[in-house]
């Protein structure tokens, strides 16, 4: 949530997507409360949002342009991360209850994070062939989410540290697609509900909520968002391994 207010007082146009490309676990109370939140803190998005769950056309169209190339194979694997390849000759057909890859051949993608400076990934290491689709039919956040920047043209995409490791393959996945420009990426410090506890996205925490109801006002959580994306001072630029492996 926090990603948002980064950049809306100053952006061109501000687009909300709901990222529901998982089915399983996208519910609808969670859009409910992204919007009521954003209301609460006075922003408006331009134009209506954008539900993962509606664009399999637009996500299967970006499926073909890999196919094209060769590049897609089925696996019957369960998640493991980095995936060994163990399906990558077998020849598995694209039926129900296989899943998909893309192949990702050795490169090291090198990308300035507007936060914590210049950064090199591996993917092929970090995670191997991307899953794409998993084995139930869900298209994968990874492919969703470089599929949906790729189409609606976003320039700046402003997401938490955890996922900091995860651009490199959707730099990669995104050249594949045939993208020529990547958006510029800014990672931010995450808000921890205590501690230790992670805030939750598949509970329908935006973090939002949770500061409303300790008597935080707009103006304070907007200040705090600020504060979040402030640059870090020289932090190690070389960010494999396995924090935030979200396959
Ligand atoms: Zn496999």
């Known amino acids: ?33 992204i919007v009521e939140d954003l209301d609460w803190l006075g922003f408006v998005p331009d134009g209506p949002a954008v539900r993962q769950r509606e664009r399999g056309d637009i996500y299967s169209q970006a ?39 893309v192949r990702f051949e050795p490169s090291v993608e090198r990308f300035v994070d507007l936060r914590h400076g210049p ?25 969703a989410v470089t599929v949906d920047d790729y189409v609606q043209g976003v320039t700046h995409v402003i997401r938490g540290d955890d996922l900091l490791a995860s651009t ?3 730099l990669q996945l995104a050249r594949l697609l045939g993208r020529r420009e990547p958006p510029l990426f800014l990672h931010h410090a995450l808000i921890m509900k205590s501690s230790t506890q992670k805030l939750s ?22 200040a705090r968002a600020r504060e979040l994306t402030e640059r870090t001072g020289t ?11 979200t396959e």
């Open 235 to 245: 932090e190690s630029t070389e960010r494999t391994g396995s924090h935030g492996e």
């Open 168 to 170: 490199g393959r959707q």
């Open 201 to 222: 996205k598949s509970d329908g925490d935006t973090g939002v909520r949770d500061l409303r109801a300790r008597g935080w006002t707009p103006a304070q959580v907007i």
């Open 63 to 101: 499926l073909e342009t890999l196919k094209h190339q060769q590049l897609v194979y089925g696996c019957r694997c369960a998640r493991v991360s980095p995936y060994p390849g163990t399906c990558r000759d077998r020849g598995l057909a694209d039926t129900p209850g296989v899943g998909l890859r």
């Open 119 to 143: 950064q090199e990934q591996r993917p092929s290491q970090q995670c191997g062939d991307l899953l794409i689709r998993d084995r139930e039919g869900n298209w994968t956040y990874q492919f």
């Open 1 to 33: 949530m926090v990603n948002a207010l980064w950049v809306w007082q100053t952006a061109d146009r501000v687009l909300l997507r709901i990222e529901d490309h998982d089915r399983q676990r996208s519910r609808q109370e969670f859009e409910a409360a």
